[in-house]
């Protein structure tokens, strides 16, 4: 091989690997690049221990009901998750119904936007995102309706990348993210104008919790609107299928139980909201929302082959191979609930604080 052959192979290769490390997959080329995976929070050289110690929770299921648990095990998983998201799915972690002749990008914006409509809140009124992650829905919400929102989560990793974001798309100065437990905020009474969660308070070992902090900070007559991962009438608890396949989205989505659509507006009560309209947002008309999942099988082992060269090679933690084949098998589990129609990630309860309350109701 002559050496003008052998610098053009040379520069080749080290063209294709810049592309296929730094490039491919970016989160919608924003902001996370595969060499950039980590562990979050967690040190490098302890990813795999806390994997390990994540799986071995639901070997004691008396842990997962014990609330004092749930919090340190719903902040562990989004260390684990958070880069390995951001890379491969972007920064809205939730799923939306399909659109025909949108991406799913589009989509994905459209069903942020549809929640704040719901509120019907002003520009400049203060809402909050109980359940932020980095940020994409709060920032999607900000840009739509003008309003101020203060997004809360577990996971201080996520602050930070949510930080950046915000201060990137020129946002900081309508989204707040505080790092904190939904479950006691540091927010006074009665201090916003609405609030909302997508997909978030699935975490939460007891419902009646997230609602009831949620109904404190809001103000009198002011709105609530949540996306609730649930299971619906066809979920038959008898069925050993279905029951593998809620399992199985336990597992690999750090809840420590998921309710039954039955229970949502009946706790949404029991806390003192008045139930305006409850929904199903994956029931048809809507389209698949899975089909993103069925989709992204080809990326994934793309993805797979990726991280494992970069783990073999030092620059991904020991651990990221197990946490990305973790969520492969759970984007299984959870398509395999939307196709059966025992799943929904997007039970819609809207509620309103009824305008004679107080803080002490």
Same mark, same amino acid.
């Given at each position: ?6 610098? $053009? #192979? #040379? ?7 810049? &592309?296929?490390?730094?490039? =491919? ?5 924003? %902001? ?22 994540? &799986? ?19 902040? #562990?998983? !989004? ?38 409509? =719901? ?16 940020? %994409? ?11 101020? *929102?203060?997004?809360?989560?577990? +996971?201080? !990793?996520? /602050? +930070?990348?949510?930080?950046?974001? +915000? ?7 309508? $989204?707040?993210? *505080? ?26 070992? +007891? ?10 900070? =809001? ?10 991962? /649930? ?49 199903? =947002? ?7 929302? &899975? ?20 783990? &073999? ?15 492969? /098998? ?10 059966? %129609? ?20």
């Amino acid at each position: 091989m002559d050496s003008l052959t052998l610098f $053009c #192979t #040379t520069f080749l290769l080290a063209g294709g690997l810049y &592309w296929f490390v730094c490039v =491919l997959g970016s989160a919608e080329q924003k %902001g996370k690049h595969a060499a950039q995976l980590s562990g979050g929070s967690i040190d490098k050289e302890k990813v795999q221990d806390n994997y390990k110690q994540y &799986w071995s929770f639901f070997g004691r299921p008396k842990e997962i009901e014990t609330a004092e648990k749930v919090p340190a095990f719903v902040d #562990t998983f !989004y260390n684990l998750v958070t880069d390995i998201y951001e890379w491969g799915w972007g920064q809205s972690f939730h799923f939306s119904p399909s659109i025909p002749g949108k991406s799913y990008r589009d989509a994905t914006r459209i069903h942020e936007e549809m929640a704040v409509d =719901l509120l019907g809140v002003k520009k400049g009124a203060r809402i909050l995102d109980a359940g932020c992650g980095v940020g %994409g829905p709060m920032r999607a919400i900000a840009a739509h309706s003008g309003a101020n *929102v203060v997004g809360i989560t577990i +996971n201080e !990793y996520q /602050v +930070n990348r949510a930080r950046m974001h +915000n201060e990137k798309a020129g946002l900081d100065s309508l $989204c707040e993210v *505080v790092c904190g437990n939904f479950l006691q905020m540091p927010f006074p009474d009665s201090s916003f104008d609405g609030a909302y969660s997508i997909e978030a308070t699935c975490h939460a070992p +007891n419902l009646e919790e997230v609602y009831s902090e949620i109904y404190r900070v =809001l103000k009198p007559g002011s709105l609530y609107v949540s996306y609730e991962w /649930v299971t619906t009438e066809f979920y038959n608890p008898e069925n050993p299928e279905h029951v593998e396949i809620i399992h199985g989205i336990e597992r690999g989505d750090a809840l420590p139980g998921l309710r039954s659509y039955r229970d949502i507006a009946q706790i949404a009560k029991k806390v003192g909201f008045e139930v305006v309209k409850e929904k199903d =947002l994956a029931k048809p008309p809507a389209k698949p929302w &899975w089909t993103r999942l069925k989709m992204g099988r080809i990326a994934y082992w793309r993805n797979h082959i990726l991280v494992t060269v970069l783990t &073999w090679l030092g620059i991904a933690p020991k651990g990221v191979v197990d946490v990305h084949e973790m969520l492969f /098998v759970t984007a299984d589990y959870l398509t395999r609930g939307g196709e059966t %129609g025992i799943f929904t990630p997007m039970h819609m309860v809207l509620c309103r604080k009824p305008e004679h309350s107080n803080s002490s109701d």
